[in-house]
């Protein structure tokens, strides 16, 4: 081959056109983005379809709170109780006491009749409760000892309580003090009235009724009271 020939050949290999690598880059670069964005797609769609309630997160819903474990708090809720008066009565006598000087009485006699009226209110402590007075089974169900029921006050009632009879002889000027013994026979008789009408087994019926109705508020399934 001569020169002519050679260095027509070169000029015909440098004006033909060289096949570009911009393509395939480009497209390489496309099926990447194209396969990242269908991965967020499907990501989406997955975090979209977890997110929708099952049959069972809908029940659950409705499904009561499930109760704590006895504790602390509980022992709390139940002490700030305090001293829970259960029940009240109003019990009303009427007391009669002084001296009897026979044939003088017209001149010695000394007497008071009082009628009496009191409210007398008996309860439980419920400070006294502690941890080990209280038993949780597995099956929610919660027992508690409580205190017996005591009486937690009488209280005169000073407008209804009124002398009925103030009996002085002649020649007597009273005893200052055989009113206010009046008033102090009178309570115990009204206290006396008040048990013997079974006011601390209504005061117990009472606390148990309470309690349950408080603890079963609490998302317990049975409440059991005993008394100690």
Same mark, same amino acid.
């Given at each position: 081959?001569?020169?002519?020939?050679?260095?027509?050949?070169?000029?015909?290999?440098?004006? $033909?056109? /060289? /096949?570009?690598?911009?393509?395939?880059?480009?497209?390489?670069?496309?099926?990447?983005?194209?396969?990242?964005?269908?991965?967020?797609?499907?990501?989406?769609? $997955?975090?979209?379809?977890?997110?929708?309630?099952?049959? =069972? %997160?809908?029940? +659950?819903?409705?499904?009561?709170?499930? @109760?704590?474990?006895?504790?602390?708090?509980?022992?709390?809720?139940?002490?700030?109780? +305090?001293?829970?008066?259960?029940?009240?009565?109003?019990? @009303?006598?009427?007391? #009669?006491?002084?001296?009897?000087?026979?044939?003088?009485?017209?001149?010695?006699? !000394?007497?008071? $009749?009082?009628?009496? &009226?009191?409210?007398?209110?008996?309860?439980?402590?419920?400070?006294?409760?502690?941890?080990?007075?209280? !038993?949780? %089974?597995?099956?929610? &169900?919660?027992?508690?000892?409580?205190?017996?029921?005591?009486?937690?006050?009488?209280?005169? %009632?000073?407008?209804?309580?009124?002398?009925?009879?103030?009996?002085? =002889?002649?020649?007597?000027? =009273? !005893?200052?003090?055989?009113?206010?013994?009046?008033?102090?026979?009178?309570? #115990?008789?009204?206290?006396?009235?008040?048990?013997?009408?079974?006011?601390?087994?209504?005061?117990?019926?009472?606390?148990?009724?309470?309690?349950?109705?408080?603890?079963?508020?609490?998302? @317990? /399934? %049975?409440?059991?009271?005993?008394?100690?």
């Amino acid at each position: 081959m001569n020169e002519l020939e050679l260095a027509e050949r070169m000029t015909s290999e440098q004006s $033909r056109p /060289r /096949r570009s690598r911009v393509l395939p880059l480009t497209a390489g670069v496309l099926v990447v983005l194209a396969l990242a964005f269908g991965a967020m797609i499907v990501s989406g769609l $997955r975090s979209m379809v977890d997110s929708i309630p099952t049959p =069972g %997160d809908v029940a +659950a819903v409705f499904e009561p709170e499930p @109760y704590e474990e006895i504790g602390a708090v509980v022992i709390t809720s139940i002490r700030n109780l +305090a001293e829970l008066t259960t029940v009240e009565s109003v019990q @009303y006598t009427i007391v #009669e006491k002084g001296t009897d000087a026979g044939w003088l009485s017209w001149a010695r006699n !000394d007497s008071v $009749r009082l009628l009496a &009226v009191a409210n007398i209110g008996a309860g439980v402590n419920l400070k006294e409760v502690m941890l080990q007075d209280v !038993d949780l %089974d597995d099956q929610g &169900v919660i027992a508690i000892t409580i205190p017996r029921a005591t009486i937690q006050y009488v209280a005169p %009632d000073n407008d209804a309580t009124q002398v009925i009879e103030r009996d002085l =002889g002649l020649f007597t000027k =009273g !005893d200052p003090q055989l009113e206010s013994e009046v008033r102090r026979i009178a309570d #115990e008789v009204l206290l006396q009235s008040a048990l013997d009408g079974g006011i601390l087994e209504k005061a117990e019926a009472n606390a148990r009724m309470v309690l349950t109705n408080f603890l079963m508020s609490l998302g @317990y /399934r %049975d409440v059991i009271v005993t008394f100690n």
